[in-house]
Every structure is written in C-alpha cells, then in structure tokens.
C-alpha cells in the first residue's frame, strides 16, 4: 500500500516510523517530512497546509491512505477534501476539528455535555474582556480562541500581564483572525497529563496515559513551549483516576458526540488537569501530541498502521492493541533561543555515528540536510527516545543517548521524567 502522512515533526516521525514497521505498507511518502523521516520515508516538498498540492500528489501517485499529523490541514478542511475525491484519509472532518480549532465551539460542547472543565466567558469587544479581567479573580487564563500555534495561551498572575495579553490578541492582533475573539478562564490547578483516543465514529480504543512538560525549563519554570519531552505512562495516573477519567470524560464527550450527531473519526487529544484524583478538562486537540507520540508509538507492540487504517475504515472494533511491558521517555533538545527565536541554519556533527539499541531511537523535529549533514531548521529539532523496564532505565537510557550526540548548539530539561519517578517512589 502506498501511505502519505502530512506533517514535519517528531510526531510524523514516529507515526513513519511505526508504519514502517507494517507488512502492509509498501512505501511511504511524507509532505515535507524531514531529515530524519527521509531515511525511510520520500520526502515531497509541499507543505502540510497546501491542500491543493496535496490532493494532486495524492490522486497522482494514487496515495491509498493519507494520515494528518498537524492541526492546521484537518482545520482547512483536508479531511473533507479527501473524502469529497474518494481518497482514504485518517482525521477528523472541519467542523469536527473546531474542537481544537475554536476554544469556544469546544467550550461549549463542554458546557452542553456537563464535561469537568474551567468556568468560562467569550467576548468579541476588547473593552468588555478588559472590564472583566478587571473584576475577575486572580490568577486567570486568556486565550485566543482561534490556532496560535502553541502561543495563544497565557496564565497571568498578575492583572496587568493579563490585560497587556488581551491588547496583544485583540488591538496589536497577533494571532491575526485567531484572535478576534478570546475566551477567559478560571484557574485550574494541579497536574496536567493527556489521553489519546482514537475513534472511527462507532467504536473508540484508549490509549495509554502519557505526560508532557510543556515549560522550556527543569522544574517546570520558564515560559510554554510546544513540548520539552514526555513519558508513557504516566505514573499520576493510578487506576482509580483512569477511571474517573473515563467516568467524567471520555464517556460524556462520546455521548455527547453521539446525542449531537458528530462524527469524529482520527484522534481525539484530551488535555487534563488532575487534582485528587479527579480531571478537570484544559483542551481538546484533533490529533495526537508532540512529544507525547514519540513515547506512546515506541511502546505499541500491535500493527500500528492498523490502528491508523481500521480506524479510518470505520472497523476499530477489529483492532487488538498491545503495549509491550516498557515505558518509554522522549526528551527534546530544541535549538538555542527556542521557544522566542530559534537559532537555525547550524550543523548537528555525526548525528549518523551515533550507537542505538533496539529500546533506542532519535526521531527528527526541525531537522534537514544540507551536504550530507544535519542542519537545524526548527525549534524542536531531535526527540532522543528510549524504553527501559521500568522510568528509571528508560530516562538514564535516554540520556545516555544524549551524551553521544552533538548538544553543543542545542539545550533540554534534564528532568524529563523525574515527576513520574517522585510518584513511583
Ligand atoms: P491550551 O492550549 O488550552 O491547552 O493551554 C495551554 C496550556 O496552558 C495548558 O497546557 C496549561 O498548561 C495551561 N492552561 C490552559 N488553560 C488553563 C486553565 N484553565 N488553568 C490552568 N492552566 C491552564
Ligand atoms: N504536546 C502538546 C501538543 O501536542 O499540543
């Protein structure tokens, strides 16, 4: 079978990666991909939300099954457009993604389905944003309502930072159509962790838990990033939070899927606050994570192009997942200057030297090649992945990796895991 996936990152690396592996994939091309997914993948320079070149290459090179990695295509409508040429593609339709798309459209699902999530409030008038941040209670939580590429979320603690925020979406428009509305929420507090679904509209399977750090630096100080690193699974969630999840949560988002006639195929990304035991809902995003996939991927023992294909042909009830007994860590090292203005254009030496084990792998971010070496061409740039028996062998694994490569020009958290290992003690 001939697969395309969309996307550039580590994501799209691992999810090459993973079907690589499959008997049933006989090539695979990815748009654009990177250094690291041209090893086993043909790279084909059409970017992720050019979907007119897309379809062309797809109808072509008679592509039998596109997978989309990023938000932005399944926001423009890619699935739709497949769908509408007859071509197989996994992912959620447009107007299933405002689910990720549109803050409001998923906090009102919420509100409809009585899902746990933070008390909210929309506006389109900057003046009415700035007079309730005003009144509110702090800290408060604004966010452009629209994609922002990571960066339309603030936390302020303070009334000011909150305000300046407001001027920068809604006057200086920063995000630019992003931003013509925001939606303000209450603080939740606790530990965040995420859960990936896939659903083929009729039956969903759960994937294991996982946990990102989403802040650039060790003890989760410094500013959001897209990800610094993550492990699977993720130690916070014992069983009797798993199961107020699914209690909570997972069944009420499927009912209320269900009672308003949506039909959500592809991934379903839930974002959660923990606090004694108990979920509170932060985002929804319409496909999987990154870094979380790295991690989640290195741990499946089953065909993972399967997961993918049953689940776009409508017969996930079909698919048996199994995990290997491992986890799995996948720490980030991002270019200097990240997440603010990334420093890119700078060789990695010797990447191609460095000895992986079969619980090894390093799956490329912003990475390309440029006279036979690796150059940075991104924020994230390597995700260095590494299963153990246990979190302990799975961190020291993967930074052992991390001695062996070329970190001079790069920086990372050197406390990926470390969370998880307080709450095994
Ligand atoms: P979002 O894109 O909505 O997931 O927000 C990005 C990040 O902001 C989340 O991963 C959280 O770390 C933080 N965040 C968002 N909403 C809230 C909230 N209501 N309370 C506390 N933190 C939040
Ligand atoms: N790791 C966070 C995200 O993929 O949105």
New binding site residues.
Partial sequence: MKVMVIGSGGREHAICWGISKSSKVDKIYCAPGNAGISEIAENIDIKADDLNQLLSFALEEKIDFTIVGPEQPLSLGVVDLFQENNLLIFGPTQFASQLESS?EFSKLFMERNSIP??S?NSFTSYDEAESYVKKSEL?I?I?ADGLAS?K????CFERIEAIDFLKDIMLDKVFSSSGEKVVI??????E?ASFFIFSDGKNIQMLDSSQ?H?RLLDKDEGP?TGGMGAYSPAPIIDMETRTNIVEMVVKPVFEGFKKEALIYTGILYI?L?IKDKKP?V??F?CRFGDPETQPLLFRIDSDIFDLFYLTALGELDSYKLKWKNKTSVSVVLASKGYPMKPETGICIKNLDKVNLNDDQYIFHAGTSIKDNEVIINGGRVLNITASGDNLKEAINSAYKIIDMVDSSNLQYRKDIGAKGLLKNS
């Fill in positions: 803050k999530t933070a909210f800290p939580v966010k990571g339309g979320v603030r936390v929420e209450s603080f939740l507090e606790g965040e990102d989403k959001n974002g606050m509170s932060v985002e995003n």
